[in-house]
Protein backbone atom coordinates (compact mmCIF):
# COMPACT_ATOMS: atom_id res chain seq x y z
CA UNK A 1 0.00 0.00 0.00
CA UNK A 2 1.29 3.54 -0.82
CA UNK A 3 2.84 5.79 2.02
CA UNK A 4 1.44 9.17 3.03
CA UNK A 5 4.37 11.47 2.81
CA UNK A 6 3.21 14.81 4.40
CA UNK A 7 6.07 18.18 4.21
CA UNK A 8 5.23 21.15 6.15
CA UNK A 9 7.66 24.07 7.30
CA UNK A 10 7.52 22.97 11.00
CA UNK A 11 6.70 19.72 12.26
CA UNK A 12 4.14 19.05 15.30
CA UNK A 13 3.30 15.69 16.01
CA UNK A 14 1.29 14.90 19.46
CA UNK A 15 3.92 13.12 21.41
CA UNK A 16 0.70 10.75 22.76
CA UNK A 17 -2.74 10.82 21.13
CA UNK A 18 -4.73 13.86 23.02
CA UNK A 19 -1.78 15.66 24.25
CA UNK A 20 -2.36 18.64 26.30
CA UNK A 21 -1.37 21.24 23.89
CA UNK A 22 -1.20 19.91 20.46
CA UNK A 23 -3.51 21.23 17.86
CA UNK A 24 -6.24 19.65 15.53
CA UNK A 25 -4.36 19.83 12.57
CA UNK A 26 -1.26 18.18 14.09
CA UNK A 27 -3.72 15.16 15.82
CA UNK A 28 -5.18 14.81 12.04
CA UNK A 29 -2.31 14.55 10.31
CA UNK A 30 -0.29 12.27 12.66
CA UNK A 31 -3.67 10.06 12.11
CA UNK A 32 -3.48 10.32 8.76
CA UNK A 33 0.03 9.43 8.50
CA UNK A 34 -0.29 6.22 11.42
CA UNK A 35 -3.36 4.70 9.47
CA UNK A 36 -0.92 5.26 5.96
CA UNK A 37 2.09 4.17 7.84
CA UNK A 38 4.32 7.36 6.49
CA UNK A 39 6.84 10.44 6.86
CA UNK A 40 6.57 13.87 8.30
CA UNK A 41 9.28 15.81 7.42
CA UNK A 42 10.46 19.73 7.80
CA UNK A 43 12.35 22.53 9.44
CA UNK A 44 13.21 21.20 13.05
CA UNK A 45 12.95 24.90 14.00
CA UNK A 46 16.74 24.69 14.67
CA UNK A 47 19.48 27.06 12.76
CA UNK A 48 22.85 25.48 12.51
CA UNK A 49 26.57 26.58 10.54
CA UNK A 50 25.73 25.97 6.47
CA UNK A 51 23.00 23.78 5.63
CA UNK A 52 24.09 19.97 5.41
CA UNK A 53 20.75 18.39 4.49
CA UNK A 54 21.20 15.85 8.00
CA UNK A 55 18.18 14.35 8.61
CA UNK A 56 16.92 13.90 11.76
CA UNK A 57 14.58 10.70 12.15
CA UNK A 58 12.80 9.93 15.18
CA UNK A 59 9.29 7.90 16.06
CA UNK A 60 7.41 10.28 17.93
CA UNK A 61 3.16 9.19 19.11
CA UNK A 62 3.42 6.33 16.21
CA UNK A 63 4.45 8.54 13.70
CA UNK A 64 7.93 8.67 11.66
CA UNK A 65 9.40 12.42 11.88
CA UNK A 66 12.07 13.54 9.61
CA UNK A 67 13.55 16.79 10.55
CA UNK A 68 15.98 18.96 9.07
CA UNK A 69 18.17 22.23 10.40
CA UNK A 70 18.79 25.14 8.45
CA UNK A 71 20.77 27.46 8.35
CA UNK A 72 20.61 31.31 9.42
CA UNK A 73 20.04 32.58 6.14
CA UNK A 74 17.57 30.44 5.38
CA UNK A 75 16.07 31.64 8.47
CA UNK A 76 16.14 34.91 8.06
CA UNK A 77 15.47 35.19 4.40
CA UNK A 78 13.15 32.21 3.70
CA UNK A 79 11.41 32.41 6.91
CA UNK A 80 11.45 35.27 8.86
CA UNK A 81 11.63 36.71 5.07
CA UNK A 82 9.97 35.56 2.01
CA UNK A 83 7.25 33.50 4.02
CA UNK A 84 6.13 35.77 7.22
CA UNK A 85 7.71 39.37 5.67
CA UNK A 86 6.13 38.78 1.84
CA UNK A 87 3.57 36.12 1.40
CA UNK A 88 1.56 35.65 5.03
CA UNK A 89 0.78 40.06 4.92
CA UNK A 90 0.09 39.94 1.10
CA UNK A 91 -2.18 36.91 1.11
CA UNK A 92 -3.48 38.73 4.14
CA UNK A 93 -4.33 42.26 1.65
CA UNK A 94 -1.51 43.97 3.91
CA UNK A 95 0.38 44.71 1.40
CA UNK A 96 1.52 47.97 3.12
CA UNK A 97 2.96 45.35 5.37
CA UNK A 98 4.46 43.44 2.49
CA UNK A 99 8.29 43.29 1.88
CA UNK A 100 9.24 42.69 -1.60
CA UNK A 101 12.86 41.65 -1.55
CA UNK A 102 15.19 39.84 -3.61
CA UNK A 103 17.18 38.42 -1.43
CA UNK A 104 13.91 37.14 0.11
CA UNK A 105 12.65 35.56 -3.32
CA UNK A 106 16.11 34.11 -3.07
CA UNK A 107 16.06 32.17 0.04
CA UNK A 108 12.72 31.27 -0.86
CA UNK A 109 13.84 29.32 -3.74
CA UNK A 110 17.03 28.03 -2.18
CA UNK A 111 15.37 26.65 0.93
CA UNK A 112 12.33 24.50 -1.19
CA UNK A 113 15.01 23.51 -3.64
CA UNK A 114 17.58 22.21 0.24
CA UNK A 115 14.23 20.82 0.89
CA UNK A 116 13.31 18.87 -2.22
CA UNK A 117 16.93 17.19 -2.72
CA UNK A 118 17.18 16.52 1.31
CA UNK A 119 13.56 14.51 1.10
CA UNK A 120 13.53 13.04 -2.31
CA UNK A 121 15.69 10.03 -1.27
CA UNK A 122 12.99 9.22 1.49
CA UNK A 123 10.25 9.23 -0.97
CA UNK A 124 9.48 5.76 -3.07
CA UNK A 125 8.04 5.55 -5.88
CA UNK A 126 4.28 4.62 -4.92
CA UNK A 127 4.14 7.21 -2.38
CA UNK A 128 2.00 9.91 -2.46
CA UNK A 129 2.83 13.77 -0.95
CA UNK A 130 0.51 16.40 0.49
CA UNK A 131 2.82 19.65 1.18
CA UNK A 132 1.30 22.28 3.43
CA UNK A 133 1.20 26.25 3.11
CA UNK A 134 2.68 28.88 1.50
CA UNK A 135 5.71 28.18 2.88
CA UNK A 136 6.34 25.53 0.01
CA UNK A 137 4.58 26.65 -3.16
CA UNK A 138 7.59 25.69 -5.34
CA UNK A 139 8.25 22.32 -3.75
CA UNK A 140 6.64 19.84 -6.61
CA UNK A 141 8.32 21.85 -9.38
CA UNK A 142 11.42 21.17 -7.29
CA UNK A 143 10.88 17.79 -7.26
CA UNK A 144 9.56 17.60 -9.92
CA UNK A 145 13.08 18.50 -11.76
CA UNK A 146 14.41 15.83 -9.71
CA UNK A 147 12.61 13.39 -11.53
CA UNK A 148 9.26 12.99 -9.12
CA UNK A 149 6.51 11.75 -10.50
CA UNK A 150 4.44 10.57 -7.62
CA UNK A 151 1.14 12.25 -7.03
CA UNK A 152 1.79 15.73 -4.70
CA UNK A 153 -1.28 17.54 -3.70
CA UNK A 154 -0.72 21.10 -1.91
CA UNK A 155 -3.47 22.73 0.23
CA UNK A 156 -3.36 26.73 0.93
CA UNK A 157 -3.66 27.54 5.11
CA UNK A 158 -4.15 30.92 4.38
CA UNK A 159 -6.49 32.63 2.32
CA UNK A 160 -5.44 33.20 -1.65
CA UNK A 161 -5.92 36.73 -2.38
CA UNK A 162 -7.76 38.95 -5.16
CA UNK A 163 -5.49 39.05 -8.48
CA UNK A 164 -4.86 42.86 -8.12
CA UNK A 165 -3.47 42.22 -5.33
CA UNK A 166 -1.19 39.11 -6.05
CA UNK A 167 0.11 40.91 -9.17
CA UNK A 168 1.90 43.86 -6.47
CA UNK A 169 4.48 40.68 -6.03
CA UNK A 170 7.46 40.96 -8.40
CA UNK A 171 7.72 36.72 -9.37
CA UNK A 172 3.98 36.17 -9.28
CA UNK A 173 3.56 34.49 -12.37
CA UNK A 174 6.08 32.13 -11.46
CA UNK A 175 4.68 31.53 -7.65
CA UNK A 176 1.36 30.70 -9.68
CA UNK A 177 3.15 28.80 -12.30
CA UNK A 178 4.51 26.56 -8.88
CA UNK A 179 1.52 25.08 -7.85
CA UNK A 180 0.74 23.74 -11.88
CA UNK A 181 3.44 21.30 -10.58
CA UNK A 182 1.39 19.67 -8.29
CA UNK A 183 -1.67 17.04 -9.20
CA UNK A 184 -4.34 18.94 -6.67
CA UNK A 185 -4.66 22.23 -5.32
CA UNK A 186 -6.76 22.95 -2.27
CA UNK A 187 -8.06 26.51 -0.59
CA UNK A 188 -9.67 26.76 2.45
CA UNK A 189 -12.59 28.49 0.85
CA UNK A 190 -14.70 28.49 -2.30
CA UNK A 191 -14.05 32.07 -2.12
CA UNK A 192 -10.45 31.43 -2.24
CA UNK A 193 -10.69 29.11 -5.09
CA UNK A 194 -12.66 31.64 -6.86
CA UNK A 195 -9.65 34.45 -6.56
CA UNK A 196 -7.19 31.67 -7.79
CA UNK A 197 -9.51 31.01 -11.01
CA UNK A 198 -9.85 34.47 -11.71
CA UNK A 199 -6.01 34.89 -11.49
CA UNK A 200 -5.59 31.90 -14.01
CA UNK A 201 -7.89 32.99 -16.25
CA UNK A 202 -7.43 36.53 -16.29
CA UNK A 203 -4.01 37.42 -15.28
CA UNK A 204 -2.04 33.72 -16.92
CA UNK A 205 -4.45 33.61 -20.18
CA UNK A 206 -5.88 29.96 -18.96
CA UNK A 207 -8.66 28.08 -18.56
CA UNK A 208 -10.90 26.54 -15.50
CA UNK A 209 -12.87 23.58 -16.18
CA UNK A 210 -16.20 22.69 -14.11
CA UNK A 211 -14.52 19.28 -12.92
CA UNK A 212 -11.89 21.58 -11.19
CA UNK A 213 -9.92 21.18 -13.59
CA UNK A 214 -6.64 24.08 -14.28
CA UNK A 215 -5.11 24.48 -17.03
CA UNK A 216 -1.95 27.39 -17.73
CA UNK A 217 1.49 27.96 -18.79
CA UNK A 218 1.18 24.47 -20.73
CA UNK A 219 0.19 22.84 -17.84
CA UNK A 220 -2.67 21.17 -15.86
CA UNK A 221 -3.44 20.54 -12.34
CA UNK A 222 -6.70 20.09 -10.68
CA UNK A 223 -8.40 22.61 -8.04
CA UNK A 224 -10.89 22.49 -4.69
CA UNK A 225 -11.95 24.00 -1.87
CA UNK A 226 -11.50 21.38 0.94
CA UNK A 227 -12.31 23.64 4.33
CA UNK A 228 -10.22 22.43 7.48
CA UNK A 229 -12.47 21.48 10.43
CA UNK A 230 -11.18 20.64 13.92
CA UNK A 231 -10.68 17.28 16.24
CA UNK A 232 -14.57 18.34 17.06
CA UNK A 233 -15.27 15.10 18.93
CA UNK A 234 -12.05 15.38 20.91
CA UNK A 235 -12.30 19.21 21.26
CA UNK A 236 -15.99 18.71 23.18
CA UNK A 237 -14.84 16.23 25.14
CA UNK A 238 -11.63 17.90 26.22
CA UNK A 239 -14.57 20.36 27.53
CA UNK A 240 -16.26 17.91 29.96
CA UNK A 241 -12.91 15.97 30.96
CA UNK A 242 -11.23 16.77 34.16
CA UNK A 243 -9.14 19.41 33.25
CA UNK A 244 -12.10 20.86 31.28
CA UNK A 245 -14.11 20.90 34.34
CA UNK A 246 -11.58 22.47 36.67
CA UNK A 247 -10.79 25.59 34.08
CA UNK A 248 -14.67 26.21 33.48
CA UNK A 249 -15.04 26.08 37.17
CA UNK A 250 -11.94 28.23 38.17
CA UNK A 251 -13.28 31.05 35.51
CA UNK A 252 -17.27 30.36 36.70
CA UNK A 253 -16.04 31.34 39.88
CA UNK A 254 -13.82 34.70 38.45
CA UNK A 255 -17.05 36.07 37.06
CA UNK A 256 -18.78 37.03 40.14
CA UNK A 257 -21.83 37.13 38.37
CA UNK A 258 -20.25 38.91 35.21
CA UNK A 259 -20.47 37.64 31.75
CA UNK A 260 -17.69 36.78 29.58
CA UNK A 261 -16.22 37.48 26.63
CA UNK A 262 -13.31 35.71 25.37
CA UNK A 263 -10.86 35.75 22.21
CA UNK A 264 -8.03 32.97 21.62
CA UNK A 265 -5.40 34.40 18.81
CA UNK A 266 -1.34 34.32 17.68
CA UNK A 267 -0.55 37.92 18.31
CA UNK A 268 -1.10 38.17 14.48
CA UNK A 269 -1.92 41.58 12.87
CA UNK A 270 -4.45 39.82 11.30
CA UNK A 271 -6.56 38.89 13.62
CA UNK A 272 -7.98 42.35 14.06
CA UNK A 273 -7.13 42.53 17.68
CA UNK A 274 -6.50 45.97 18.05
CA UNK A 275 -10.24 46.74 16.05
CA UNK A 276 -11.68 44.24 18.77
CA UNK A 277 -10.52 46.05 21.61
CA UNK A 278 -12.00 49.71 19.86
CA UNK A 279 -14.89 48.01 19.31
CA UNK A 280 -15.53 46.75 22.45
CA UNK A 281 -14.55 49.88 23.60
CA UNK A 282 -17.29 51.57 21.81
CA UNK A 283 -19.45 49.18 23.32
CA UNK A 284 -18.41 50.75 26.56
CA UNK A 285 -19.14 53.68 25.53
CA UNK A 286 -22.77 53.51 23.89
CA UNK A 287 -24.07 50.96 26.87
CA UNK A 288 -22.92 52.86 29.79
CA UNK A 289 -25.17 50.39 31.57
CA UNK A 290 -23.81 47.50 30.84
CA UNK A 291 -20.14 48.41 32.31
CA UNK A 292 -19.23 46.38 35.03
CA UNK A 293 -21.60 43.44 33.96
CA UNK A 294 -18.94 42.24 30.98
CA UNK A 295 -15.65 41.54 30.60
CA UNK A 296 -13.56 40.87 27.49
CA UNK A 297 -10.57 37.94 28.48
CA UNK A 298 -8.27 37.88 25.25
CA UNK A 299 -5.45 35.28 25.60
CA UNK A 300 -2.99 36.28 22.76
CA UNK A 301 0.38 33.97 22.18
CA UNK A 302 3.00 35.69 20.71
CA UNK A 303 4.22 34.06 17.45
CA UNK A 304 7.10 35.54 14.81
CA UNK A 305 8.29 38.17 17.42
CA UNK A 306 11.81 38.32 15.08
CA UNK A 307 9.30 40.30 12.70
CA UNK A 308 8.77 44.30 13.21
CA UNK A 309 5.37 43.82 11.96
CA UNK A 310 4.60 41.33 15.26
CA UNK A 311 6.57 43.65 17.50
CA UNK A 312 4.23 46.43 16.61
CA UNK A 313 0.88 45.12 17.19
CA UNK A 314 2.39 43.89 20.43
CA UNK A 315 3.08 47.16 21.66
CA UNK A 316 -0.01 48.74 20.01
CA UNK A 317 -1.93 46.48 22.01
CA UNK A 318 -0.65 46.54 24.72
CA UNK A 319 -1.45 50.62 24.78
CA UNK A 320 -4.74 50.05 24.06
CA UNK A 321 -5.47 47.54 26.41
CA UNK A 322 -4.00 49.34 28.65
CA UNK A 323 -5.59 52.42 27.76
CA UNK A 324 -9.20 51.33 27.60
CA UNK A 325 -8.58 49.71 31.40
CA UNK A 326 -7.44 52.67 32.40
CA UNK A 327 -10.22 55.03 31.56
CA UNK A 328 -12.84 52.13 32.29
CA UNK A 329 -12.00 50.33 35.03
CA UNK A 330 -13.11 50.64 38.63
CA UNK A 331 -12.01 49.45 41.84
CA UNK A 332 -13.32 45.99 41.57
CA UNK A 333 -13.60 45.39 37.73
CA UNK A 334 -11.39 45.75 34.58
CA UNK A 335 -13.03 45.49 31.28
CA UNK A 336 -10.33 43.93 29.53
CA UNK A 337 -7.91 40.82 31.14
CA UNK A 338 -5.40 40.58 28.43
CA UNK A 339 -3.33 37.87 28.61
CA UNK A 340 -0.15 36.95 26.77
CA UNK A 341 -0.01 33.02 27.38
CA UNK A 342 -0.46 29.31 26.27
CA UNK A 343 -3.12 26.93 27.45
CA UNK A 344 -3.93 23.38 27.18
CA UNK A 345 -6.27 22.24 25.06
CA UNK A 346 -8.90 20.99 28.11
CA UNK A 347 -7.45 24.55 29.45
CA UNK A 348 -8.89 26.39 26.43
CA UNK A 349 -11.93 24.48 26.03
CA UNK A 350 -13.37 24.80 29.66
CA UNK A 351 -12.43 29.21 29.16
CA UNK A 352 -14.76 28.84 25.77
CA UNK A 353 -17.26 26.84 27.99
CA UNK A 354 -17.17 29.49 30.41
CA UNK A 355 -17.76 32.78 28.18
CA UNK A 356 -21.16 33.85 26.96
CA UNK A 357 -19.63 35.23 23.84
CA UNK A 358 -17.07 34.36 21.71
CA UNK A 359 -15.34 37.09 19.65
CA UNK A 360 -13.37 36.06 16.39
CA UNK A 361 -13.08 39.00 14.27
CA UNK A 362 -9.88 38.90 12.33
CA UNK A 363 -9.34 41.00 9.48
CA UNK A 364 -8.48 38.36 7.04
CA UNK A 365 -7.96 34.59 7.77
CA UNK A 366 -8.04 31.34 5.88
CA UNK A 367 -10.17 29.41 7.76
CA UNK A 368 -10.11 30.20 11.86
CA UNK A 369 -10.27 27.17 13.99
CA UNK A 370 -10.81 29.13 16.97
CA UNK A 371 -14.51 30.08 15.86
CA UNK A 372 -14.59 26.09 16.00
CA UNK A 373 -13.67 25.23 19.08
CA UNK A 374 -16.15 27.75 20.72
CA UNK A 375 -18.51 25.74 19.45
CA UNK A 376 -17.79 22.94 20.29
CA UNK A 377 -16.89 23.54 23.49
CA UNK A 378 -19.98 25.21 24.37
CA UNK A 379 -23.12 23.52 26.75
CA UNK A 380 -25.95 22.52 24.48
CA UNK A 381 -28.70 23.82 27.13
CA UNK A 382 -27.43 26.77 27.68
CA UNK A 383 -24.80 27.92 24.40
CA UNK A 384 -23.10 31.26 24.16
CA UNK A 385 -23.01 33.15 21.41
CA UNK A 386 -20.24 33.23 18.57
CA UNK A 387 -19.66 36.36 17.21
CA UNK A 388 -17.69 36.02 13.55
CA UNK A 389 -16.00 38.24 11.15
CA UNK A 390 -17.39 37.81 7.65
CA UNK A 391 -13.73 37.73 6.58
CA UNK A 392 -12.85 34.40 8.28
CA UNK A 393 -12.76 31.57 6.16
CA UNK A 394 -14.82 29.60 8.61
CA UNK A 395 -18.06 32.58 8.00
CA UNK A 396 -19.21 30.66 5.04
CA UNK A 397 -19.60 27.04 6.91
CA UNK A 398 -21.05 28.88 9.87
CA UNK A 399 -23.87 31.66 8.83
CA UNK A 400 -25.61 31.07 12.08
CA UNK A 401 -23.48 33.09 14.22
CA UNK A 402 -23.64 36.84 14.30
CA UNK A 403 -21.64 37.41 11.20
CA UNK A 404 -19.91 41.23 11.56
CA UNK A 405 -17.30 43.72 9.44
CA UNK A 406 -14.49 43.62 11.52
CA UNK A 407 -13.71 46.99 10.32
CA UNK A 408 -16.79 48.57 11.61
CA UNK A 409 -16.63 49.32 15.66
CA UNK A 410 -20.62 50.22 15.41
CA UNK A 411 -21.42 47.01 13.73
CA UNK A 412 -19.19 44.90 16.23
CA UNK A 413 -20.60 46.61 19.03
CA UNK A 414 -24.18 45.90 18.42
CA UNK A 415 -23.43 42.24 18.18
CA UNK A 416 -21.97 42.16 21.65
CA UNK A 417 -25.41 44.13 22.53
CA UNK A 418 -27.50 41.76 20.89
CA UNK A 419 -24.90 38.55 22.18
CA UNK A 420 -25.25 39.56 25.29
CA UNK A 421 -29.05 39.58 25.45
CA UNK A 422 -29.95 36.49 23.56
CA UNK A 423 -32.63 34.58 24.68
CA UNK A 424 -31.28 31.27 25.66
CA UNK A 425 -33.82 29.84 23.01
CA UNK A 426 -32.60 31.62 20.40
CA UNK A 427 -28.29 30.93 21.65
CA UNK A 428 -29.74 26.93 21.11
CA UNK A 429 -31.14 27.59 17.57
CA UNK A 430 -28.24 29.43 16.78
CA UNK A 431 -26.08 26.86 18.29
CA UNK A 432 -27.46 23.69 17.40
CA UNK A 433 -26.44 24.17 13.11
CA UNK A 434 -23.10 25.53 13.98
CA UNK A 435 -22.77 22.31 16.02
CA UNK A 436 -23.59 20.40 13.66
CA UNK A 437 -21.45 21.35 11.40
CA UNK A 438 -18.61 21.55 13.12
CA UNK A 439 -18.53 18.11 14.14
CA UNK A 440 -19.29 16.73 11.02
CA UNK A 441 -17.27 18.97 8.62
CA UNK A 442 -14.44 17.91 10.93
CA UNK A 443 -10.36 17.30 10.16
CA UNK A 444 -10.85 13.73 9.40
CA UNK A 445 -13.27 14.42 6.67
CA UNK A 446 -11.14 17.44 5.86
CA UNK A 447 -8.20 14.96 5.75
CA UNK A 448 -10.04 12.05 4.59
CA UNK A 449 -11.19 14.18 1.23
CA UNK A 450 -8.07 15.33 0.47
CA UNK A 451 -6.35 12.30 0.32
CA UNK A 452 -9.41 11.25 -1.61
CA UNK A 453 -9.11 13.40 -4.39
CA UNK A 454 -5.67 13.67 -4.51
CA UNK A 455 -5.40 9.18 -4.79
CA UNK A 456 -8.32 9.95 -7.73
CA UNK A 457 -5.91 12.29 -9.30
CA UNK A 458 -3.73 10.95 -12.62
CA UNK A 459 -0.75 11.94 -13.42
CA UNK A 460 -0.44 14.01 -16.95
CA UNK A 461 2.32 12.14 -17.93
CA UNK A 462 0.10 9.32 -18.25
CA UNK A 463 -2.51 9.57 -20.45
CA UNK A 464 -5.35 11.18 -18.66
CA UNK A 465 -8.76 10.33 -20.04
CA UNK A 466 -10.70 12.30 -17.09
CA UNK A 467 -8.70 15.18 -17.72
CA UNK A 468 -8.71 14.93 -21.68
CA UNK A 469 -12.45 14.83 -21.48
CA UNK A 470 -12.92 17.89 -18.96
CA UNK A 471 -14.96 20.81 -21.14
CA UNK A 472 -12.27 23.32 -20.27
CA UNK A 473 -13.97 26.82 -20.30
CA UNK A 474 -11.78 29.39 -22.68
CA UNK A 475 -10.23 32.32 -21.20
CA UNK A 476 -12.68 35.22 -21.45
P1 LIG B 1 -3.69 30.19 12.66
O1 LIG B 1 -3.48 31.52 12.03
O2 LIG B 1 -2.71 29.82 13.69
O3 LIG B 1 -3.76 29.02 11.57
P2 LIG B 1 -6.34 29.36 13.85
O4 LIG B 1 -7.07 28.60 12.83
O5 LIG B 1 -7.23 30.26 14.64
O6 LIG B 1 -5.19 30.28 13.27
O7 LIG B 1 -5.64 28.35 14.81
C1 LIG B 1 -5.03 28.77 15.98
C2 LIG B 1 -4.89 27.57 16.91
O8 LIG B 1 -4.01 27.93 17.96
C3 LIG B 1 -6.23 27.20 17.56
O9 LIG B 1 -6.31 25.80 17.62
C4 LIG B 1 -6.13 27.81 18.96
O10 LIG B 1 -6.80 27.10 19.95
C5 LIG B 1 -4.64 27.73 19.20
N1 LIG B 1 -4.26 28.81 20.13
C6 LIG B 1 -4.24 30.13 19.89
N2 LIG B 1 -3.86 30.79 21.01
C7 LIG B 1 -3.65 29.86 21.95
C8 LIG B 1 -3.25 29.90 23.33
N3 LIG B 1 -2.98 31.03 23.96
N4 LIG B 1 -3.13 28.74 23.98
C9 LIG B 1 -3.38 27.58 23.36
N5 LIG B 1 -3.77 27.47 22.10
C10 LIG B 1 -3.90 28.59 21.39
C11 LIG B 1 -3.67 28.93 10.14
C12 LIG B 1 -4.60 29.86 9.36
C13 LIG B 1 -6.04 29.65 9.79
C14 LIG B 1 -6.43 28.18 9.63
C15 LIG B 1 -5.41 27.27 10.28
C16 LIG B 1 -5.65 25.81 9.95
O11 LIG B 1 -4.21 31.21 9.53
O12 LIG B 1 -6.94 30.48 9.03
O13 LIG B 1 -7.71 27.98 10.23
O14 LIG B 1 -4.09 27.58 9.84
O15 LIG B 1 -5.72 25.61 8.58
Partial sequence: M?????????????????????????????????????????????????????IAIQRVGGVTVATVDLDEQDRQEYYNGYANKTLWPLFHYRIDLTAYERSFDEGYARVNRRFAETVRPLIEPDD???????????????????????????FLHIPWPARRLLTTLPKHRELVEALFAYDLVGFQTEDSLTAFEDYVVKEAGGAVGAEGAAEAFGLRTRIGAFPIGLDADHFARAAQSPEGRAQFARMQESLAGRQMMVGVDRLDYSKGLEERFLAYEQFLIDNPDEREKVFLLQIATPSRDEVEAYQDIRARLDAVAGRINGAFATVDWVPIRYVNRTYRRDELAGIYRAARIGLVTPLRDGMNLVAKEYVAAQDPDDPGVLILSKFAGAAAQLPEALVVNPFSREDVSEAIRKGLAMSREERISRWTPLMHNVMTQDVAAWRDDFVAALRATERPAAPDPVNDQTPIASAS
Fill in 2 to 54: SRLIVISNRVNPPVEEGGGAVGGLAMALAAALREYSGVWFGWSGQTAEGYTGQ
Fill in 128 to 154: FVWVHDYHLIPLARELRKLGMKNRIGF
